[in-house]
């Protein structure tokens, strides 16, 4: 008899361990509404120590296994909560992980449905568990592949525009080198051009000695009719 009561004064005399009390939503539960927090609360409080908040956390995920929320719950004594807004309408799983205050940790899950009464639900959930103050990735920007329109002044328009415009290749002088300023040179006129001023030098020629033969002529009549005169 003394051993049993001796037993059961032991058994009272030793802490109880910490459980969970209640929760946002209720385990097993269905709610219509976004609950905007969700949130779990235990018999004791919670050990919130500064810079070890990854010993107390809450993860919200779907059916599909999506993650909701982001990342970041907050102690505040027994409860720990977690901002929230649901996707559509299914299953949901909070899975708790805490440590209260005898230094023993408490985790499990709070199971629940969330049936909108519109039908409509909110935003998709991540494929990746949230991890708090964390920047979401920037969406890559698709950038549009840029034309460069070509030139008139390039070499290639000018080619084309001397090619398309009748006689501008042939009345170019040509250019065969250039001077000691930098300037071209234009060469000499073509040699048949040359050629052709030949035949006016020839008959400015005859020309002359047609004239010095009249003159050879009239001079010697001169004579002989003075001579006749004298006999």
């Known amino acids: 008899m003394h051993a049993v ?5 032991v058994t009272l005399l030793l802490p109880a361990h910490a459980s969970v009390i209640g929760s946002t939503p209720q ?7 976004q609950p905007g927090t969700v949130s779990v609360v235990l018999n004791e409080e919670i050990i919130d120590v500064p810079g070890g908040q990854s010993a107390n956390a809450l993860q919200l995920t779907d059916a599909s296994g999506l993650y909701y929320g982001d990342g970041c719950a907050t102690v505040d004594g027994d409860t720990i909560s977690l901002d929230a807004e649901l996707g559509a309408a299914g ?3 909070l899975a708790y992980q805490v440590v209260s205050a005898d230094g023993h940790a408490v985790s499990g899950e709070i199971a629940f449905a969330f049936e909108p009464v519109d039908g409509i639900g909110g935003p998709d959930g991540a494929t990746e568990a949230p991890v708090c103050d964390a920047a979401a990735p920037a969406a890559p920007v698709e950038s549009e592949p ?9 070499p290639a328009a000018t080619e084309a525009a001397a090619l398309e415009t009748p006689g501008a290749a042939t009345d170019a002088p040509e250019v065969t080198a250039s001077s000691d300023q930098g300037a071209p040179i234009e060469s000499e006129a073509p040699a048949e051009e ?8 020839a008959i400015g020629v005859l020309a002359v000695l047609a004239v010095l033969a009249v003159i050879a002529y009239r001079a010697n009549r001169l ?3 003075r001579a006749a005169d004298d006999a």
């Open 5 to 9: 009561l001796a037993a059961v004064a």
């Open 27 to 33: 385990d097993g539960s269905a709610v219509t509404e």
């Open 91 to 93: 299953d949901y799983t």
């Open 146 to 154: 840029t034309t460069t329109e070509p030139s008139a002044t390039e």
């Open 194 to 201: 040359a050629g052709g001023q030949l035949p006016f030098l």
């Open 223 to 225: 004579r002989k009719d």
